[in-house]
């Protein structure tokens, strides 16, 4: 194995499953060492790890915390085990951000289930504006690479509407904005930022919206090449935008999906 990043570091928030995960794995197989933050019951752990074991086998450093990103406290707890394990050499080459902790009630329901304010107020919290908290505390750490990379998630739900998902949408709103806010801001400090947005695909956060199996049918019937987005076609863009090469791509929504945005 040809290690790529060698003494580079992925931040990844939210790599226990989907997205995040696949992007781990893919990073690691070239050699970045990886820190993954995430957040999952007891029970979740022993299948997690088996996927840990897989980014290990990759013969690259693995650090892993299972504690809530969004508390300050962790965040600092987390940077602090980075930060040691980095030592001399090593730099933050960086930080994907891979959050799925959106509220996914409708508007207008009946009783309860109506989207409340504080449940705005929660998803975009998460989904979007711990992106610039985390962003700025790896940024102070002072240990960034010299073309460090800030990468997120984001879905055609953020400029389309889709019901139950209002919350998440304003969220992937936010998110986009912030990006592109520090793509134009930071750049003459080495930073790129960019958002992918994916395709449809079949992950355990696309299952929790209400009508997911229609959704996943319209998806395949409408991207040219008929079939749902992969978790390994978005970690391949994420290691492309990684690369060197991709040193001029900043500020932008790429479209990993394989044409589905087009019609």
Not at 35 to 49: A, G
Not at 58 to 70: G, Q, R, Y
Not at 186 to 193: E, I, N, S, Y
């Amino acid at each position: 194995m040809v290690k790529e990043f060698k003494n580079n570091w992925a931040v990844i928030l939210g790599g226990s499953s989907g997205l995040g995960l696949a992007t781990a794995k893919k990073l690691s197989s070239h050699g970045m060492n990886i820190c993954i933050v995430h957040r999952n019951l007891k029970s979740e752990l022993r299948e997690i790890e088996n996927h840990f074991n897989e980014i290990r086998a990759n013969e690259v450093s693995l650090i892993h915390v299972n504690k809530d990103l969004l508390k300050s406290e962790n965040r600092k707890e987390i940077l602090k085990i980075l930060l040691d394990k980095l030592g001399k050499d090593g730099s933050i080459k960086c930080l994907i951000h891979s959050v799925a902790k959106g509220n996914l009630k409708p508007m207008l329901a009946e009783g309860n289930a109506e989207l409340s304010m504080l449940d705005l107020e929660i998803t975009v919290n998460a989904m979007a504006l711990s992106l610039y908290d985390w962003f700025k505390a790896v940024y102070s750490t002072d240990k960034i690479a010299g073309d460090f990379r800030l990468i997120s998630f984001t879905s055609e739900g953020g400029r389309k509407p889709l019901k139950n998902y209002a919350a998440v949408s304003a969220a992937k709103a936010s998110l986009e904005a912030i990006t592109r806010n520090i793509a134009l801001e930071f750049a003459t400090k080495g930073v790129r930022a960019n958002c992918i947005q994916a395709g449809v695909t079949n992950t355990k956060s696309l299952r929790r919206i209400p009508g997911s199996e229609k959704i996943m049918k319209h998806a395949v019937n409408r991207n040219p090449f008929g079939r749902l987005t992969l978790e390994k076609d978005v970690a391949n863009a994420v290691y492309l935008l990684c690369k060197d090469e991709a040193a001029w791509i900043n500020g932008c929504i790429i479209p990993v999906d394989g044409g589905e945005h087009l019609s």
